[in-house]
């Protein structure tokens, strides 16, 4: 069964990523740092691919992944070409595998700022049958890894290169889905657990007021207090996480946009962007506020409104890369033949058994005999850059260094959101 939890919090996750794109407000990355969440999201479930398929599972994933940056790509690319500033060279092809950042003009690198976190995607897939196999033989030094390779290049080497600080970052994250995935943490007694996440959040808050970065204690330019602060909250939210959340399917409303939200991640977390890039000069033509509440919820309302639209032209392209058969718009009840309970609806409320439902990619292993069904489900995410209140600016979720305002970066500039 698909474990609600899982999209509950992936859900939640991209709400918080595009709200804070929006807003800017720096406190929801402490509330909420949600692209860490996400990518240990991701984590537990490619550990559950690797299980059923082993390597083969890392061709599907970038079979799943890269099909929407495509979609993305056959419209920008074409405009920044036209708009200028973009020179016709081999690095183009980075738009069909994003190994490092692909080129962008001035304006597309702010609107398609988001790509990083594709990018680290695809590093951490092709890293992940390895680093599961010395997971499960070190699962502490392993796991520690990620971590003092980020305190080195942080106090170190701040130069080194975007890839190996992103390592650093956030694939502490992905091993935390690793262990999540295998059970480490629901072992781990409650009061040990809660032991180990008040000492990260100590020491993460502590480095995080003592260190803040270009927009206060924004966890997107604190690194170290950022990696800190948020394994801490992945301990809590995963360590304590249900077997299920059948709660989120009772309302028929809320649980369709929780199903729609995860069948399509990728599209919205690929396309907010450009709409919150987008509003901001139209935002204050109107005379809206940057700075009041109305004036913000507004913008909020507009983005999501308009990424729906897009969800529903283009969204299908996810349906395509998972080999699902494609719908406009994911969750809708289809009864079976001959059959009059719909598929796809929750398990019973009261503990009993429900319908089928597709087994999601975090669920455990079956019984033998059984065929598993295909995987859904993108492991995303994720969620990227802030555009924040500033009258006639974008303040961009930038990383550590870069000013809290975007300017026109280089071709080749890398696409620097959080």
Known sequence: MRNRYLDLLRFLAIIRVVVYHVTGWATLT???????VMFALAG?????????SGTAAVGRRLRRLLPSLWVVAVIFVPAMLISGGLAVNWRLLLWLFPITDPPANGWGALALSVIWYLRDYLWFVLASPLALWLFRRAPLPTLLAPYVLLVVVELGFPGAPVVLRDFGLYFGAWLLGFAHHDGMLRRL?????????????????????????ARGYDLNDIRIGNALWAAAFILVVLGFAPSGAAWVDRNALFGRAVTVFNRRALTVYLWHMPFVVALTPLVDVVGWSHQDLLGLAIRVVLVFLLVGVVTVLVGWVEDVAARRRPELLPGGRRTRPGSATPTGSAPAATGGPGPAVRTGEGS????????????SGNGLPRPGSAVGPRAGSVAVESRVGAAPEAGAPAEDASVRVR
């Open 364 to 375: 455990g292993p079956k019984p033998a005999g059984v065929p598993r069904p295909r995987p």
């Open 189 to 213: 007694s409650r009061r040990l657990l809660v032991a180990i996440a008040a000492l990260l959040a100590t020491a993460g808050g502590a480095w995080i007021l003592t260190h803040p970065g």
């Open 44 to 52: 537990s479930l490619m550990a559950a691919s690797l299980d059923r």
């Open 30 to 36: 402490l509330v909420f740092p949600a692209m860490s």
